[in-house]
C-alpha cells in the first residue's frame, strides 16, 4: 500500500516543480525526496515526472496519479481533523450549494463571519438547480444548501434557518405608464407580454400572484437575470426579480408587486451523520444573529 506520506512529496514536486524547492518546503533532505519519489514509480512500474536540467515536469502517468494522490491525502488529513481536531484553529471542508445568485447573497454573511472566525477552514460552492440540489442532499454527496424557491416537500431535509425574506418586483422598461406609480398590480399587465420565471416553483409563486390577471397565450421563460434584463431592455417584455436587484439597473425600472410577493431562501442540511467540521457550521448557522 502506498504511504500517505509519499503522495504527499508526489504532490509537492508536482506544485514546486523542483525536487530542491519540494524539500525546503517539506523540511528534509533533496535527496529523501528523490528516493522516495524513485520508489513511488518502481511500486507503480511507470515514470512520474520529466527531469530536466531546471525542472521537473510531470509525465502523462504522473497527471493520472494525481486525482488519486489528491483525493488520497485528502481523505487522511480529514480523519485526522475528524479524530485529532485542532481546538484553536479546525481544519476541514464545509460543501454547499446554491440555487440560483439570491440564495448566494441571502447566505453571503453567514459564510463571511464562519471564514473570519475559522479561516483554516476550507469552503467549497456549488451552483446547482434546486432539483439537482435536492438530490445532491438526498444522497449525501453535499452536506448543506441554500435554496431560494418556495419548498413543496421539506420532510427530507432539516431546515437549519429562513433567511432574509426577499419581495419581488416587476422588471418594466421605461416608457410605460406604470413606472410613474409605486407599485404594480395583476391587472396593470393584463395582456402584456411577460417573461416568467424558468424554475418551477418561482414560476408557479408568480402564476398564482397573476391568478387573477389574463395571461398572454405567448411567453418567454428565462432562467436568469443575464438572460432577462436584455430582453427587457429590448421592450420584449415585462420580467420579474427579487427588490434586492433593483439598484441594478438604472436604465430599467423595479415596482413592487401588490398584493405582495414573498420568498424566503432556506439554509437545509441533509439529515444523517455531520463530520466535526461540518456540525460546527451547523451551530454557526443556527446561532448567527443571535451571537454571531
Not at 419581495?167 to 405608464?177: D, T, V, Y
Amino acid at each position: 500500500m502506498i504511504e500517505n506520506r509519499v503522495l504527499y512529496y508526489f504532490l509537492t514536486v508536482a506544485e514546486t516543480k523542483s525536487f530542491a524547492s519540494a524539500a525546503r518546503k517539506l523540511g528534509i533532505n533533496p535527496s529523501t525526496v528523490i528516493r522516495q519519489i524513485q520508489g513511488l514509480e518502481k511500486e507503480l512500474n511507470v515514470t512520474l515526472f520529466k527531469r530536466t536540467k531546471t525542472s521537473v515536469q510531470l509525465t502523462d502517468d504522473g497527471h493520472r496519479l494525481m486525482p488519486y494522490a489528491i483525493r488520497t491525502t485528502g481523505i487522511n488529513s480529514d480523519i485526522r481533523n475528524e479524530f485529532f481536531p485542532d481546538p484553536i484553529d479546525p481544519k476541514g471542508l464545509i460543501s454547499i450549494g446554491f440555487s440560483d445568485p439570491l440564495s448566494f447573497i441571502s447566505a453571503v454573511d453567514i459564510i463571511y463571519s464562519f471564514r473570519i472566525r475559522y479561516p483554516g477552514i476550507n469552503m467549497e460552492m456549488n451552483d446547482l438547480t434546486a432539483e439537482e440540489l435536492k438530490e445532491n442532499l438526498d444522497r449525501s454527496q453535499i452536506p448543506f444548501a441554500v435554496i431560494s424557491d418556495p419548498l413543496t416537500d421539506i420532510s427530507r431535509y432539516i431546515v437549519i434557518k429562513e433567511l432574509k425574506e426577499h419581495k419581488w418586483g416587476a422588471l418594466i422598461p421605461s416608457g410605460l405608464p406604470m413606472v410613474n406609480r409605486n407599485f404594480v398590480t395583476p391587472e396593470d399587465l393584463s395582456g402584456l407580454p411577460l417573461i416568467l420565471p424558468s424554475r418551477p416553483e418561482l414560476r408557479d409563486m408568480i402564476n398564482r400572484w397573476l391568478s387573477e390577471t389574463e395571461i398572454p397565450d405567448s411567453y418567454i421563460v428565462s432562467s436568469d437575470l443575464h438572460k432577462l434584463v436584455p430582453l427587457v431592455r429590448k421592450g420584449v417584455g415585462i420580467g420579474f426579480i427579487p427588490m434586492d436587484y433593483s439598484e441594478d439597473f438604472s436604465d430599467l425600472c423595479v415596482k413592487l408587486l401588490a398584493p405582495p410577493v414573498k420568498s424566503s431562501p432556506k439554509f437545509l442540511m441533509r439529515k444523517g451523520y455531520l463530520t466535526s467540521t461540518e456540525y460546527r457550521f451547523k451551530e454557526h448557522i443556527i446561532s448567527y444573529g443571535i451571537n454571531g
